[in-house]
């Protein structure tokens, strides 16, 4: 029989575990070869979860740097620097970028903590035959996210770890398309 005091004890310690946590977690993975692609559109996808209780969260989505147009703009320009991928609109591929905001309950049986995450990130999808029933599906082919728990609300990284994946794709992308002096 535990006492009121242990439950207590271990939700407090539970508690002050989880606002010490704070985690970020790449996850990178290319199942396809980018050699040969030559244009991309770019999309910006933007989304929260859990916000209608948090309006100090809500309102970090609206900073500037964070809108969806501001991203498009800055990943657009820095393909075009440091590439040869044209960004062309109607092109077959699309590198997408995706922020998703998300705040959740985590509950133990002695206490209630909020979850504070993103994930941050950017898949390049390109229409992909399925052979056994011969049917075209967008799929992503290269991708690159950062998850971010944490106890607190942080948003404050998401750009940067939107420029590492992009970095990570162009280095990939350079890598099988080298650049002819």
Not at 2 to 11: E, H, L, N, Q, V
Not at 15 to 21: D, I, Y
Not at 101 to 113: L, Y
Not at 144 to 157: D, G, K, M, R
């Amino acid at each position: 029989m535990t006492s009121g005091a242990d439950k207590t004890a271990r939700g407090i310690a539970f508690a002050l575990f989880f606002t010490a946590l704070v985690q970020a977690v790449e996850v990178r993975a290319q199942s396809a070869p980018l050699a040969g692609l030559k244009t991309a559109r770019v999309e910006v996808v933007i989304n929260g979860t859990g916000l209608e209780r948090h309006p100090e969260l809500a309102r970090a989505l609206e900073n500037p740097d964070i809108l969806p147009e501001v991203i498009k703009t800055r990943l657009e320009l820095e393909i075009r620097r440091s590439s040869g991928l044209q960004i062309v609109p109607a092109a077959q591929s699309t590198l997408r970028a995706v922020v998703v905001v998300a705040v959740t309950r985590v509950e133990n049986p002695t206490s209630r903590v909020l979850a504070y995450s993103y994930t941050a990130g950017i898949n390049l999808e390109e229409p992909v035959l399925v052979p056994r029933n011969k049917i075209v599906v967008r799929a992503p082919i290269w991708q690159s996210y950062v998850i971010y728990a944490s106890s607190q609300p942080n948003l404050s990284e998401i750009v940067p770890d939107l420029d590492r994946a992009l970095a990570q794709f162009l280095n990939d992308y350079l890598a099988a398309n080298p650049r002819v002096p």
